[in-house]
């Protein structure tokens, strides 16, 4: 018995911790070092990032207010770190200290900026691995040192990075200065920032971070007949969340058409998935559009259709109906506004709602995911970002495939949640049947896990459903946010999220240069050597439109033995002898 234990825990150690770590004579935090390295890949190293925000989040809130819970605290940190905007208490309520922390744990839940990370990342392992194969004088200009695709790919991940920043701050910067003017202008908005508490001009700063961020706190139904204010908004929204890789790839396409050194942006266009997870080749960006255009007319016509004479409309002129539904419609699956009060929406269009919450993600992700590019022996990339099929790489995305994948697992998630919180909430909702339904729970399941933020609320209760729900119900909710924002990365294989050493190509000649010593020469006669070569001259040329008439001059001499036609004829090809040492130096082709 004692053996049969101990051969399971061999077994399962090794299954766990792994072989290579078992036969390792490190200890201690090495040890531990390696055992990290051995077993993290994007996905884990991406919630262990988010997992540590939320909880130090948590904790400078309850330092800034005193009044909060815990599991409050945990829960509106969770909210902004995953980019939702469900809110457990009134976010109006709360200190201005407070509320630039949850823009600053927006900014490091940004869709758009933690893109930049796995580019970044990449750069710095090429970096590394550069300077410590080659330490010499050119260590620390990489691009030199690199050849071919390597080098590219190299200069590709470095003006990526640029581009996405400026994009990412350019954006909210002209933003906040579009909507401040505008508030500075138009003096009929001032009633409803005093009815708010709030200066227009960090109105602007804080509406402007969550719509870009996707991370609706608050309401706008202040503002369901200002054109310019949710047009503004509704831009930030998809620029910042579903339209993204459109505005990317379009950014690049121009600047590759204004830009004077052109290879490097053609590279990025021309293989978009294996420099960036969010850049798409033409047709899968086209498809993208066409879908997001799709949804918006959908949700557009329903809401129309559905609400035109009910009260949720009935107030608003016929612009300002069309207005809001293509507000709402842009909003649904992303940022999670209202700009009217949905609880006197049609049921149906509800029901709408939560289904387009539910899939929120999947254009992006299912476009990030079916467009994968693994990693091989040979990294074969076509012009579309899609990878051939290699010796030991057999995978490629479909969209059919990818779909059912999500559908299956995002179904036991939410599911499991709503039997959980129903379960725990059991008793409110038999003693509260008309404000408190299990349709409620469900919209905000949807909403939690579709990282939307919209919620039905409750009567007396400007915050969302969650307010009201104990404090398992609370985790289970914080649990989903932080599932639905991890359910659209890309996969551990994603050539865009890894780096393969053995595809870093470098320069032989610049190796020399690095430092490296010279090979021992190959003591052979200049007779061995020359005859060595010969077969290899005789040999046709793939670019037949070139001939040299010399050679049948010189084939005669080489088979005497000549060793001067001989060079000469390595000379013809390219390459240049030194008899003395043996070195093969490159000399120019011969133009003729």
């Known amino acids: 018995m004692r053996e049969f234990l101990r051969s399971l825990a061999t077994t399962l150690k090794s299954k766990l911790v792994g072989k290579r770590i078992l036969n390792s004579k490190k200890t201690g935090f090495p040890l531990f070092w390696k055992w990290l390295k051995y077993h993290s890949n994007f996905y884990r190293l991406h919630l262990a990032y988010f997992v540590s925000m939320m909880f130090v989040g948590a904790g400078i809130i309850m330092a800034t207010e005193p009044n909060i819970l815990f599991e409050d605290a945990l829960f509106i940190v969770t909210s902004a770190v995953n980019v939702n905007?469900?809110?457990?208490?009134?976010?109006?309520?709360?200190?201005?200290?407070?509320?630039?922390?949850?823009?600053?744990?927006?900014?490091?839940?940004?869709?758009?900026?933690?893109?930049?990370?796995?580019?970044?990342?990449?750069?710095?392992?090429?970096?590394?691995?550069?300077?410590r194969k080659n330490p010499g004088p050119l260590a620390d200009k990489p691009y030199k040192v690199l050849i071919g695709d390597s080098r590219l790919e190299y200069k590709a991940l470095k003006k990526l990075s640029l581009v996405v920043f400026v994009y990412w701050a350019g954006l909210q910067f002209l933003g906040f200065l579009a909507l401040s003017i505008y508030f500075a202008v138009n003096t009929g908005t001032r009633p409803i920032f005093e009815k708010r508490g709030m200066s227009p001009v960090w109105f602007s700063m804080?509406?402007?971070?969550?719509?870009?961020?996707?991370?609706?706190?608050?309401?706008?139904?202040?503002?369901?007949?200002?054109?310019?204010?949710?047009?503004?908004?509704?831009?930030?929204?998809?620029?910042?969340?579903?339209?993204?890789?459109?505005?990317?790839?379009?950014?690049?396409?121009?600047?590759?058409?204004?830009?004077?050194?052109?290879?490097?942006?053609?590279?990025?266009?021309?293989?978009?998935?294996?420099?960036?997870?969010?850049l798409f080749s033409n047709g899968q960006t086209a498809w993208l559009a066409t879908t997001i255009i799709g949804l918006?007319?959908?949700?557009?016509?329903?809401?129309?259709?559905?609400?035109?004479?009910?009260?949720?409309?009935?107030?608003?002129?016929?612009?300002?109906?069309?207005?809001?539904?293509?507000?709402?419609?842009?909003?649904?699956?992303?940022?999670?506004?209202?700009?009217?009060?949905?609880?006197?929406?049609?049921?149906?269009?509800?029901?709408?709602?939560?289904?387009?919450?539910?899939?929120?993600?999947?254009?992006?992700?299912?476009?990030?995911?079916?467009?994968?590019?693994?990693?091989?022996?040979?990294?074969?990339?076509?012009?579309?970002?899609?990878?051939?099929?290699?010796?030991?790489?057999?995978?490629?995305?479909?969209?059919?495939?990818?779909?059912?994948?999500?559908?299956?697992?995002?179904?036991?998630?939410?599911?499991?949640?709503?039997?959980?919180?129903?379960?725990?909430?059991?008793?409110?909702?038999?003693?509260?049947?008309?404000?408190?339904?299990?349709?409620?729970?469900?919209?905000?399941?949807?909403?939690?896990?579709?990282?939307?933020?919209?919620?039905?609320?409750?009567?007396?209760?400007p915050a969302s459903t969650s307010a009201i729900f104990t404090t398992f119900s609370k985790i289970v909710i914080c649990g989903l946010m932080l599932a639905g924002r991890h359910r659209g990365l890309p996969d551990s294989i994603d050539r865009a999220v890894q780096w393969n050493r053995k595809e870093i190509q470098f320069e032989r000649s610049k190796k020399q240069a690095l430092g490296s010593q010279s090979p021992v020469p190959n003591h052979r006669s200049t007779r061995q050597l020359m005859e060595?070569?010969?077969?290899?001259?005789?040999?046709?040329?793939?670019?037949?439109?070139?001939?040299?008439?010399?050679?049948?001059?010189?084939?005669?001499?080489?088979?005497?033995?000549?060793?001067?036609?001989?060079?000469?004829?390595?000379?013809?090809?390219?390459?240049?002898?030194?008899?003395?040492?043996?070195?093969?130096?490159?000399?120019?082709?011969?133009?003729?």
């Open 296 to 461: 918006i007319l959908v949700e557009v016509i329903a809401f129309l259709a559905l609400d035109w004479n009910l009260s949720v409309f009935v107030p608003l002129p016929i612009p300002a109906r069309f207005l809001n539904a293509y507000f709402h419609a842009v909003s649904t699956r992303a940022v999670g506004w209202n700009s009217v009060d949905i609880n006197q929406a049609n049921p149906a269009m509800l029901i709408i709602w939560a289904v387009m919450m539910y899939i929120s993600s999947y254009p992006v992700s299912l476009s990030v995911r079916a467009s994968t590019v693994g990693k091989g022996k040979k990294s074969d990339v076509d012009e579309e970002g899609m990878i051939y099929k290699t010796e030991d790489t057999q995978f490629r995305s479909t969209w059919g495939n990818q779909a059912k994948f999500f559908l299956a697992r995002d179904a036991t998630f939410v599911f499991a949640a709503i039997f959980m919180i129903a379960a725990a909430e059991a008793s409110k909702l038999r003693a509260d049947k008309e404000n408190f339904t299990l349709f409620m729970i469900i919209f905000e399941v949807f909403s939690a896990y579709g990282t939307v933020g919209m919620s039905m609320g409750y009567p007396g209760n």
């Open 206 to 278: 804080f509406f402007t971070a969550q719509g870009f961020q996707n991370c609706g706190f608050g309401s706008l139904e202040d503002f369901n007949l200002d054109a310019y204010v949710l047009i503004t908004l509704s831009i930030l929204i998809m620029a910042g969340n579903v339209a993204y890789p459109i505005f990317l790839r379009l950014i690049i396409t121009v600047i590759h058409r204004f830009s004077k050194k052109k290879t490097v942006w053609r590279f990025i266009l021309d293989h978009p998935r294996r420099c960036f997870t969010h």
């Open 532 to 592: 060595i070569g010969s077969p290899l001259m005789d040999q046709p040329r793939r670019n037949k439109s070139r001939k040299f008439n010399s050679d049948k001059e010189a084939s005669s001499d080489d088979s005497q033995g000549n060793p001067e036609s001989a060079n000469a004829k390595f000379m013809r090809r390219g390459v240049s002898i030194d008899m003395g040492e043996f070195e093969f130096l490159r000399a120019p082709r011969d133009s003729s």
């Open 85 to 131: 905007g469900l809110m457990s208490v009134n976010a109006a309520t709360m200190t201005v200290s407070s509320q630039i922390v949850l823009v600053v744990w927006m900014f490091c839940g940004s869709s758009v900026l933690f893109s930049i990370v796995p580019t970044l990342i990449r750069r710095f392992f090429i970096t590394s691995y550069v300077r």
